[in-house]
């Protein structure tokens, strides 16, 4: 503890009891733990005002993209860690850096004119759907890797995956619905944002990221698994450490800047964590960031606590960048729940019972 990891843009030597909150955050960790309340959860970080208050390390059973099981794994500083899902949001970041290089079509711009390759399948219905919309996830295609497990090969993601040409099948799917009406869980967005940063940037998807985010970041290691065809798993093949999946957390309370330097636009930050659409009841959608609002602290009266929004990564199996703004609080979490129905409850536990809670 007391260690500055990428202290936030402008930030005031913090007066928050730090002490207090990590002892707070382990108390109720370890009890959460020892009550089976959490389970398999393998590696945790919390940050406050970049500076580090709990990093806490576990030992389960974990899976790699495109590897297979794994077995028991003892996890520490180093391991890397699938982070599945969440490697759409660093996507996001990637394609804002791509942006200002002008390596990648504007937001507004036809999605289908990125990919000439494709003029085939040009029609009016497709002509409507813009990059904007990819961000979103509002393309109006027919696409559904939600009702289906992955192990279903229905599932659109593992269809594109399984296809010979993935992009030509996610361009190729029916637009069934009004582009932007409203929001449909597509790792096949992610596909095309990332296609796009590749054929603009002439580097790999993961060659990308490391010169232009990852190394920048001075991150340590990292991986982006990749199917048969070659083609990077773009939607949920990243793979680093808690560290530095924190790093990424902490980048973007800064603004996207990095000791005076600027990493991601500010500009695209704010219009990755501004709501486009609603996913859900709960959350909204930016540039494949979700959005939701949190209630913390001793309700008074009527009153719930205090509200404040969160930025939020989530992958498969438990994987979680959760962003507090107003608290400057930065939680990264790695687990092995994949595949479960009740995979949402460890994290959600973490969040909620053991470190807002623990605020004081």
Same mark, same amino acid.
């Given at each position: ?10 930030? @005031?030597? /913090?007066?928050?009891?730090? %002490? ?5 955050? *382990? ?19 919390? +940050? ?27 996890? =520490? ?37 990125? &990919? ?25 295609? %027919?696409? $559904? ?6 192990? #279903? /090969? ?6 594109? %995956? ?14 069934? #619905? ?34 232009? +985010? !990852? $190394?920048?970041?001075? +991150?340590? /290691? ?10 990077? !798993?773009?939607? =949920? ?6 560290? $530095? +999946? ?16 600027? *990493?991601?636009?500010?500009?695209? *930050? ?9 996913? $859900? ?8 960031? !979700?959005?939701? %609002?949190?209630?913390?602290?001793? /309700? ?13 990564? @989530? ?6 960048? &959760? ?21 949402? *409850? ?15």
């Amino acid at each position: 503890m007391g260690s500055q990891i990428l202290p936030a843009r402008g930030q @005031q030597q /913090p007066t928050f009891p730090s %002490d207090q909150f990590a002892t707070e955050v *382990i108390r109720r960790l370890d009890q959460a733990v020892a009550e089976r309340r959490v389970w398999n959860i393998h590696g945790l970080l919390v +940050l406050k005002n970049g500076e580090q208050i709990v990093e806490r390390y576990f030992e389960g059973q974990d899976r790699e993209r495109g590897v297979g099981d794994l077995g028991t794994v003892k996890f =520490s500083v180093e391991t890397l860690h699938d982070l599945r899902s969440c490697s759409k949001s660093i996507v996001a970041l990637l394609y804002g850096i791509a942006l200002q290089q002008g390596k990648v079509p504007a937001p507004e711009a036809s999605l289908l004119s990125g &990919f000439p390759e494709y003029r085939d399948l040009a029609d009016e219905e497709r002509s409507r759907v813009t990059v904007h919309h990819a961000l979103s996830m509002t393309m109006g295609m %027919d696409w $559904d890797e939600s009702s289906l497990p992955y192990a #279903d /090969p229905r599932n659109s993601e593992t269809a594109m %995956d399984n296809a010979t040409d993935r992009y030509r099948y996610i361009l190729e799917r029916p637009v069934v #619905d009004r582009p932007g009406a409203r929001w449909n869980y597509c790792g096949g967005a992610t596909a095309l944002l990332a296609r796009l940063i590749a054929k603009g940037s002439g580097k790999s998807l993961h060659d990308f990221a490391r010169e232009a +985010l !990852f $190394d920048p970041l001075g +991150l340590g /290691p990292t991986q982006w698994a990749a199917g048969p065809d070659g083609e990077p !798993f773009a939607a =949920s093949g990243a793979r680093m450490s808690v560290r $530095d +999946l924190s790093r990424i957390g902490t980048l973007m309370l800064s603004g996207g800047q990095l000791n005076g330097q600027q *990493i991601v636009p500010s500009e695209w *930050i704010t219009r990755c964590t501004t709501p486009v659409v609603s996913s $859900d009841e709960l959350r909204r959608y930016g540039y494949q960031w !979700f959005l939701l %609002d949190v209630a913390f602290g001793k /309700p008074k009266g009527w009153a719930a606590g205090r509200l404040e929004r969160m930025w939020l990564a @989530q992958g498969e199996g438990g994987q979680r960048l &959760f962003i507090i703004p107003a608290l400057q609080l930065v939680i990264a979490l790695t687990a092995g729940n994949y595949g479960m129905e009740d995979q949402w *409850i460890p994290p959600t536990r973490v969040l909620r019972e053991i470190v807002l809670a623990s605020v004081p």
